[in-house]
């Protein structure tokens, strides 16, 4: 059974950085689509970034593209995602999520894509 387990969430002003982490077991990266998505209080899941673990090829949200960056390691089957100049509205409950042996499409993942889901770490940004 595959599973996707989050770490790096917390708090932090305005400005600053966070990085989370998303370690998968049960399952090699080898061409699949993973990604990070949150979701704030009262609002819809939104897919944040993307990436196709056979090429690298990263996607990003409008709302976080040039901030944002989402890396892999596929000698520890990890995936990473670093936030970088937070803003309060980046608020909310960060999910790793997969499609395995899926290809991402040429924008960013959505939500309903993913097949199996960590069980989120938070972020909360102050001003």
């Known amino acids: 059974q595959v599973q996707l387990v989050e770490s790096g969430g917390g708090a932090e002003q305005a400005g600053g950085y966070l990085r989370l982490s998303c370690a998968m077991a049960?399952?090699?990266?080898?061409?699949?689509?993973m990604g990070w998505v949150r979701q704030a209080p009262g609002k819809a899941r939104e897919g944040v970034a993307s990436i196709n673990t056979g090429t690298g090829s990263p996607n990003y949200a409008d709302s976080v593209k040039g901030r944002f960056t989402i890396a892999q390691d596929k000698t520890k089957n990890t995936l990473f995602l670093q936030m970088n100049s937070l803003k309060p509205e980046d608020s909310g409950m960060y999910y790793c999520a997969a499609d395995l042996l899926k290809s991402c499409s040429s924008r960013v993942a959505p939500p309903e894509m993913f097949t199996v889901w960590g069980l989120g770490t938070q972020v909360t940004v102050s001003s």
């Open positions: 049960g399952h090699t990266f080898s061409g699949d689509c």
